[in-house]
């Protein structure tokens, strides 16, 4: 099951509220619009973001290859791209691997 934007908006605004630390879901919606933000500008520069609790983004470069197109089969050129890569946590791992 996918979790919209707006779900984790209301999940966050509602745990924080049951431990007793008021904030909006406004607030909540501007911290991860910065958070979006943040971790774009560090990745463009080559930095990595540490995400807690889910492991750490990092930018890496695939390297230019040659595919077939499925419908002809002809060979196509793909060019270098940068990526993001996820490595996730221990903690995470330990969680969905037990």
Known sequence: MSMTKQTLIDSIHDDLQATGTPIS?????????????????????????????????KAGQRAARTGRNP????????????IVKLTTSKALDDTLNT
């Open 71 to 82: 419908a002809t089969g002809a060979a196509i050129d793909i060019p270098a791209k940068t």
């Open 25 to 57: 879901k406004l607030q909540v919606n501007a911290v991860l619009e910065r958070l979006g933000s943040i971790a774009t500008d560090r990745l463009k520069k080559g930095g990595d973001v540490p995400l807690p609790g889910l492991g750490k983004l």
